[in-house]
């Protein structure tokens, strides 16, 4: 959208604001329906001259988060998400059904400016706590919905346009919250509504099957024991049923998975949080929720799985030990945990996605490239060692991979 034509659209926006402030119901015919009805509302709260938006109990919030399904859902497609928000330098949103922001991630530029009006977990986003915004109407009409700049009721967010759709349990159809792609009103795209649709839908499918028995699961018959899927969109099975676990509890288990023989409490909290003040009684705490999950098949002194243990980390780097690299390739779904502060975790994420990466320069077959460069689509070298793979015959992939060249080296320029 062109920014003269976002310009004029900004000042129709601050004069039907103006004029509803001053003179109420002049402003009728100037905004939506939605977007005068809401206003209403916020007035009647009083809110037009909040700097922030108020925090909810951040303790019940987080409990709420770890008990819902959404929070499951959030970390098996985390990687697209924050993928989302730094391309577009937005700042991603998850709620409950009243507003209450949940799980947020933002790029450089609008993390700072969310954290200054508390858009941020925790923070209340109905219109009565803050003023008219996407969020809020997405979660009360049930539909996508967009506010654009002076749209929004209280002037701290006059600078920004917000896009919010969303999301129900497929199975019961229970509104569960909304996803939010926020940014700057001069940042406007005419697609950002679908993009919000988008991530709501695949937050839909990423959810865990709820409302059935959970024999359900247990049918699914994974192999006996533990398989962690770490790499993109994580995902833990104890005998083929799924757990539903923390982010930290995943962390743990990776951290034990990765030592069998077992680590002290000191040792894992060091692999664990690094350098950051995080007491002791923190991890033991976490350390019991974990072992409940697993039916106490955790042993202490050392800290132990005791049960057969799997995961995807350990097959994409078998199968490159052997040579086997387009196996390695199909079996490697992203990064290791995307978003996690464990140093080891990191380090190891960065061991698995080089080694790929160096793997397939050495051995570029077209296919195990095509499938790299659906997850790392901007490594423009790994596609020209494709590419030059393929020679002058006729391959089917070959406009593909040309295409995301060209789009990986007009990244590069930029």
């Known amino acids: 959208m062109e920014q003269a034509e976002l310009q004029a659209r900004r000042v129709r926006a601050m004069r039907a604001w103006t004029s509803f402030v001053e003179q ?6 100037l905004v939506r329906p939605e977007i005068l009805s809401s206003w209403r509302r916020s007035e009647q709260a009083d809110v037009e001259r909040i700097g922030e938006a108020p925090l909810a109990d951040e303790g019940e919030a987080l409990a709420y988060w770890r008990e819902s399904p959404l929070q499951a859902a959030v970390e098996r ?4 998400l924050r993928r989302t928000a730094e391309d577009g330098d937005l700042v991603v949103a998850v709620t409950d059904p009243e507003s209450r922001i949940l799980w947020t991630y933002g790029g450089r530029v609008m993390r700072r400016k969310a954290e200054s009006v508390n858009f941020v977990p925790a923070g209340r986003w109905d219109d009565r706590s803050a003023g008219t915004n996407a969020l809020d109407l997405a979660n009360r009409l049930g539909v996508p919905s967009m ?30 919250g909304v996803v939010d792609l926020s940014t700057t009103w001069d940042r406007t795209h005419p697609i950002g509504l679908a993009t919000a649709r988008v991530l709501a839908r695949l937050v839909e499918s990423a959810l865990p099957v709820r409302g059935a028995p959970a024999a359900a699961d247990e049918a699914e018959l994974g192999e006996p024991g533990l398989d962690l899927t770490l790499l993109g969109a994580v995902e833990v099975r104890l005998d083929g049923a799924r757990l539903l676990l923390s982010r930290r509890q995943t962390e743990i288990l990776a951290l034990l998975a990765l030592h069998p023989d077992g680590l002290s409490l000191d040792q894992l909290h060091a692999l664990l949080y690094g350098d950051a003040a995080v007491t002791l009684s923190t991890l033991k705490v976490e350390v019991s929720h974990l072992r409940s999950a697993l039916s106490g098949q955790l042993a202490s002194r050392p800290y132990r799985l005791m049960m057969p243990v799997q995961t995807d980390v350990e097959t ?39 080694a790929i990466r160096e793997a397939l320069l050495a051995d570029p077959n077209p296919a195990a490239v095509v499938r790299y460069s659906e997850l790392v689509p901007h490594d ?25 060249l060209a789009v990986a080296r007009s990244r590069h320029l930029g």
């Open 147 to 176: 506010v654009f700049s002076a749209e929004h009721y209280a002037p701290m967010v006059h600078n920004w346009v917000c896009w919010a759709a969303p999301v129900r349990d497929p199975v019961t159809g229970e509104q569960l």
């Open 316 to 354: 994409v780097l078998d199968l490159l030990r052997a040579g086997r690299v387009s196996e390695a390739v199909h079996a490697y779904r992203g990064d290791l945990m995307p978003g996690t502060e464990s140093p080891v975790l990191m380090e190891l994420g960065e061991v698995v996605a080089v």
């Open 24 to 29: 109420g119901d002049a402003a009728e015919d």
């Open 380 to 404: 423009s070298e790994v596609i020209e060692a494709g590419l030059r793979a393929m020679g002058s015959d006729p391959h089917p992939s070959r406009a593909l991979l040309k295409a995301r």
């Open 77 to 80: 497609i985390e990687a697209e």
